[in-house]
């Protein structure tokens, strides 16, 4: 009699690729990318211990598509929101990122996967074109030299919030981000404020107390 336990396998009806994904996915929500092991995935796949292997090569394998998969996501997520304002494609990658940890994890860690991909880079390119077009269509005619700064701006704020309440750093202080929409508004205007600050501070010259640079 055939073993129902290997006949059950994600791998006997053609879903191996998926199932081992999935279970990387899961593996990285425990412990992490840093502690992920191919032994352990293939376990929580239910496939044999080289399966993993077969298809992926090795964890850089993984995390390539991980990566890949995640930049699909994340350009699809949020790119139908561009229409709405920057403030609501702003507001689907910190929702992406909350609802999508794991990928959120390894997507910007180029250390980890292939970086020269071609899919990857692909679906890099086409997540961060979203970026660019939600910054584009906000700026005037006569800013849209700035495009890049400003979409690395853009970016940068939004990755390094979307990490800091992820990783719970903003949680205990902020309470609930809900409307996010609106919270995102709150903090571009704290972001003006803060521009205004160091240009002023920048700007200083030696202090009278002890003659060094403000």
């Known amino acids: 009699m055939a073993d129902s336990t290997k006949r059950d396998r994600p791998y006997h009806h053609g879903r191996l690729r998926e199932a081992v994904l999935e279970a990387a996915i ?15 995935v293939a376990r929580r796949a239910g496939v044999s211990h080289a399966a993993p292997a077969h298809h ?32 609501h494609a702003a507001a689907g990658y910190v929702r992406f990122a909350l609802n999508h940890r794991a990928h959120f994890e390894v997507m910007f860690r180029p250390d980890l996967y292939r970086p020269d991909d071609p899919d990857l880079i ?15 269509d906000g700026l005037s005619p006569e800013q849209i030299g700035e495009l890049l ?3 690395v701006a853009a970016w940068s704020a939004l990755h390094g919030f979307a990490t800091l309440f992820l990783y719970g750093n903003l949680e205990p202080r902020l309470g609930s981000i809900e409307p996010l929409e609106a919270f995102l508004v709150d903090v571009a205007h704290g972001m003006v404020i803060l521009g205004e600050i160091i ?4 700007g200083q010259g030696p202090t009278a107390a002890d003659g060094r640079p403000g």
Request: proline residues 3%; glycine residues 12%.
């Open 26 to 40: 899961a593996e990285i929500e425990a412990v992490g990318t840093s502690e992920l092991s191919m032994r352990e």
């Open 56 to 87: 992926f090569g090795d964890k850089a394998g993984i995390f390539t598509a991980i990566a890949t998969r995640g930049f699909e996501l994340l350009a699809e997520e949020t790119g139908g929101l561009v229409p709405g304002g920057l403030v």
């Open 122 to 136: 692909a679906a890099r390119d086409a997540s961060f074109d979203v970026l660019y077009r939600a910054v584009q």
């Open 149 to 151: 700064p400003t979409s």
């Open 199 to 202: 240009s002023r501070q920048a």
